[in-house]
């Protein structure tokens, strides 16, 4: 994993969580060679440090609204603070884990539908050995 030792932004728990998710939940399809049938995990090449700051910026946007709008169900599920971002990129994105699959009832349930709402997102190469995220 490459690291950005210029970032000096302290990131909340969930959108660092958020991010480090993203990157080792992706695939480096971009490095595949003909004749490969299964891509390697992107956080070979990339950490949460690499994404692009207007990424992040988005990620922030979307991490933050998501907890504000959601904040009465993550406090009463008992979950940390630090799986919010984690869980959050895993149940939009419809990875086998998520909200809907810890024991957290019918928070679960609800934060499962919150999170559908916000739709899939991919994190793709960018210029510079940045990552982004594509719709």
């Known amino acids: 994993m490459r690291s950005n030792p210029r970032r000096r932004t302290r990131l909340s728990p969930a959108l660092q969580t958020y991010l480090e998710t993203a990157v080792w939940s992706s695939s480096a399809w971009h490095k595949m060679r003909p004749g490969d049938t299964n891509p390697e995990p992107l956080d070979r090449?990339?950490?949460?440090a690499d994404f692009t700051q207007a990424s992040v910026r988005e990620a922030e946007a979307e991490v933050e609204e998501f907890v504000e709008l959601n904040r009465e169900a993550l406090e009463a599920s008992g979950m940390p603070?630090?799986?919010?971002?984690?869980?959050?990129?895993?149940?939009r994105n419809r990875h086998g884990a998520g909200f809907w699959d810890g024991d957290y009832g019918e928070y679960g349930a609800h934060l499962t539908r919150a999170a559908h709402a916000y739709g899939e997102v991919e994190v793709e190469p960018a210029s510079g050995g940045k990552l982004r995220f594509s719709r």
Not at 45 to 48: E, G, H, P, R, T
Not at 81 to 91: I, P, V
């Open 45 to 48: 090449y990339y950490s949460a």
């Open 81 to 91: 603070e630090d799986r919010w971002g984690r869980d959050f990129w895993l149940t």
